[in-house]
T-cell receptor
Framework: EDQVTQSPEALRLQEGESSSLNCSYT??????LFWYRQDPGKGPEFLFTLYSAGEEKEKERLKATLTKKESFLHITAPKPEDSATYLCAVPQAPGSGNTGKLIFGQGTTLQVKP | KAGVTQTPRYLIKTRGQQVTLSCSPISGHRSVSWYQQTPGQGLQFLFE???????NKGNFPGRFSGRQFSNSRSEMNVSTLELGDSALYLC?????????????FGDGTRLSIL
C-alpha cells in the first residue's frame, strides 16, 4: 500500500539552529515527491518537486533532497517566519483510474523561536 | 496569475443538512482534486475531476459528491451532514490529469457541524 511517513511530528528550534525534516515513502513507480508548507488557516503552499534520486532543490533557507526511499527538507539558519507545518506528498502509484490523488504524510510542525 | 479560489471560507451547519462548496482553479488548469483535512486523519483524497468527469474517488461515503463545469470550476456537495464531517475542505488544481506535476491548493472551506 502506498504510504508516506514524516518525522518528527513536531520540532522546536532556536533561530539560527539548522535541522532536517524526514519524509519516507513506499510507492511503486515514484512519479515525483512534493513538499508543501502550510500556515494555520491556510491551504498548503507548494515548495518543491523532486523526481529522481540524487536530485536537490533549494529556495532561500530550504533545501530538499531525494533518495530512493526518503526525502529530507533541510532548514539552514531558520527564522521565526519559517514556523509552519511542512507536508510531503507523493502521487498515487500509476494504474487504471489512479489519477489526481496525492498521498500526504501527517506533516512536521516546526516552531522557530527568536 | 490568480490562485485557486474557494468559497465560502467558513460554513456552520447542523446535522442532517447538506452543503455545497465551490472551487475555481488556476486559469488554464483543467484538473481539480478535493481533499478533506482533519487533525486526526490529515489530508485525505476525496475525488478528482477532469473534463467534467470524475476520474478517481477516495474512500468516502456516497454522501460526498462533486461535479465539474465546462470552465473547469468545480463544486462538491455533502448531504446528510454528520458531526464527523467537520473539517477543512481543500481544493487543488493542476494543468491536466495523470501528470506528475504538483497540485496547487486554495485556502479551503472550514466546515463546522453543530
Amino acid at each position: 500500500e502506498d504510504q508516506v511517513t514524516q518525522s518528527p511530528e513536531a520540532l522546536r528550534l532556536q533561530e539560527g539552529e539548522s535541522s532536517s525534516l524526514n519524509c519516507s515513502y513506499t510507492v511503486s513507480g515514484l512519479r515525483g515527491l512534493f513538499w508543501y508548507r502550510q500556515d494555520p488557516g491556510k491551504g498548503p503552499e507548494f515548495l518543491f518537486t523532486l523526481y529522481s534520486a540524487g536530485e536537490e532543490k533549494e529556495k532561500e533557507r530550504l533545501k530538499a533532497t531525494l533518495t530512493k526511499k526518503e526525502s529530507f527538507l533541510h532548514i539552514t539558519a531558520p527564522k521565526p517566519e519559517d514556523s509552519a507545518t511542512y507536508l510531503c506528498a507523493v502521487p498515487q502509484a500509476p494504474g487504471s483510474g489512479n489519477t489526481g490523488k496525492l498521498i500526504f504524510g501527517q506533516g512536521t510542525t516546526l516552531q522557530v523561536k527568536p | 496569475k490568480a490562485g485557486v479560489t474557494q468559497t465560502p471560507r467558513y460554513l456552520i451547519k447542523t446535522r442532517g443538512q447538506q452543503v455545497t462548496l465551490s472551487c475555481s482553479p488556476i486559469s488554464g488548469h483543467r484538473s481539480v482534486s478535493w481533499y478533506q483535512q482533519t487533525p486526526g486523519q490529515g489530508l485525505q483524497f476525496l475525488f478528482e475531476y477532469f473534463s467534467e468527469t470524475q476520474r478517481n474517488k477516495g474512500n468516502f461515503p456516497g454522501r460526498f459528491s462533486g461535479r465539474q463545469f465546462s470552465n473547469s470550476r468545480s463544486e462538491m456537495n455533502v448531504s446528510t451532514l454528520e458531526l464527523g464531517d467537520s473539517a477543512l475542505y481543500l481544493c487543488a488544481s493542476s494543468p491536466r490529469t495523470g501528470s506528475n506535476q504538483p497540485q496547487h491548493f486554495g485556502d479551503g472551506t472550514r466546515l463546522s457541524i453543530l
